[in-house]
């Protein structure tokens, strides 16, 4: 039985921080952010992870016309949960009173979303489960040494979310493929708190922020992104103008341009909130998914190409039929 999308809800926090805010801290300007990036201003949250999870999935949920005592799965793609336990996913159960869910995280970056959208996937097709919220919400402003450039202009904060259930149709979501190449993990990481007992002490004091090579990042993402794009049309038996929408990862206008010219499909057709929003990680893709649908973009049988990438590194892809 198929899979659908059924309700989706979003959450952006209100402080807005442009990228004048930003010439204040470092040594920055506003062109060279709005040409390398596309960004202009970004939102962060005093409020933490758990806390926008739960406002974008209210909305999911009432979209989707559904109580949350009808879910059977929380699942929350994040990489910068607010405790290391209880996982978000438990605390969204909590807020809202999913007593049934079963509710876990998983971490996959940038990737998250797609990731646990594929993960539920796989676990309402097999029968397990019937309906399940996905989310992906993520806090980088916290990760962010707000002092190195290279980074602190890039990243934002808020969250996604997705109601999912097995249903009765012949649309829904549909294929997807995904990646990991861990060789490649430490261009693009965040160390949490070292290892430090009576017995062990750690050699030097690891900070706790975010790291990256950007220009490696780039490269993988302008190379690894067309290809798991035109592999997954391909096990699709379809072509990149049998797609309505390309729904990418919202890291770096540039970025999603290249992947554009490598499709050899218009603009147009990469729906972009990166300037409002920066790179929110994990919540970029359902963002940006809310926002086309609340906005009445998106019609009964479209189909929307998904595709995400990010630290890992991992990268996914998945095709939905609306
Ligand atoms: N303001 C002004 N100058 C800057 C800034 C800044 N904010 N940041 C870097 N520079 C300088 C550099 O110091 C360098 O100066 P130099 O030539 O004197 O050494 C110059 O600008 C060029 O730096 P590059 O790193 O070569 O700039 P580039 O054009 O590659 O753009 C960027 C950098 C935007 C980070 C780009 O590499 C990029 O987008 N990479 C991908 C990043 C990404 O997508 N990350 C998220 C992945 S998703 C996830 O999992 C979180």
């Known amino acids: 039985m198929p899979v659908r999308m059924i309700g989706t809800g979003s959450y952006v926090p209100d402080k807005l921080v442009t990228n004048e805010d930003l010439e204040k801290l470092v040594d920055t300007s506003d062109a060279w952010i709005t040409e390398r990036t596309g960004i202009h201003t970004r939102r962060v949250t005093g409020e933490g992870t758990a806390f926008m999870a739960v406002r974008a999935a209210r909305r999911a949920l009432e979209a989707a016309g559904m109580e949350a005592e009808e879910l059977d799965m929380i699942l929350v793609g994040t990489s910068t949960g607010d405790f290391l336990f209880p996982n978000t996913a438990c605390q969204v159960q909590a807020a809202l009173g999913a007593d049934r869910a079963v509710c876990f995280d998983l971490s996959a970056a940038c990737s998250g979303f797609l990731f646990t959208l594929n993960t539920a996937k796989v676990?309402?097709?097999?029968?397990?489960?019937?309906?399940?919220?996905?989310?992906?919400?993520?806090?980088?402003?916290?990760?962010?040494?707000?002092?190195?450039?290279?980074?602190?202009?890039?990243?934002?904060?808020?969250?996604?979310?997705?109601?999912?259930?097995?249903?009765?149709?012949?649309?829904?979501?549909?294929?997807?493929?995904?990646?990991?190449?861990?060789?490649?993990?430490?261009?693009?990481?965040?160390?949490?708190?070292?290892?430090?007992?009576?017995?062990?002490?750690?050699?030097?004091e690891l900070r706790e922020v975010l790291s990256m090579n950007g220009q490696e990042v780039f490269r993988f993402a302008v190379k690894t992104v067309p290809e798991v794009m035109e592999a997954l049309l391909r096990q699709e038996g379809l072509e990149a103008g049998n797609i309505k929408y390309f729904i990418l990862h919202q890291a770096n206008e540039r970025i999603i341009a290249s992947v554009a010219r490598r499709m050899k499909?218009?603009?147009?057709?990469?729906?972009?909130?990166?300037?409002?929003?920066?790179?929110?990680?994990?919540?970029?893709?359902?963002?940006?998914?809310?926002?086309l649908n609340r906005e009445g973009k998106l019609s009964e049988g479209d189909r929307l190409l998904l595709a995400g990438f990010g630290a890992g590194l991992t990268w996914g892809a998945t095709i939905i039929t609306w």
């Open 265 to 291: 499909q218009p603009i147009e057709k990469f729906p972009m909130d990166l300037g409002q929003y920066g790179n929110t990680s994990g919540a970029s893709i359902p963002i940006l998914l809310d926002e």
């Open 123 to 204: 676990y309402l097709e097999s029968g397990a489960y019937q309906t399940a919220l996905v989310i992906g919400a993520d806090t980088l402003s916290k990760t962010i040494d707000w002092e190195d450039r290279s980074t602190c202009v890039l990243f934002g904060d808020g969250a996604g979310a997705a109601v999912v259930r097995r249903e009765q149709g012949s649309f829904g979501v549909g294929g997807f493929l995904m990646g990991s190449d861990g060789g490649r993990g430490g261009c693009l990481a965040c160390p949490s708190a070292p290892v430090k007992n009576p017995w062990f002490v750690p050699r030097e």
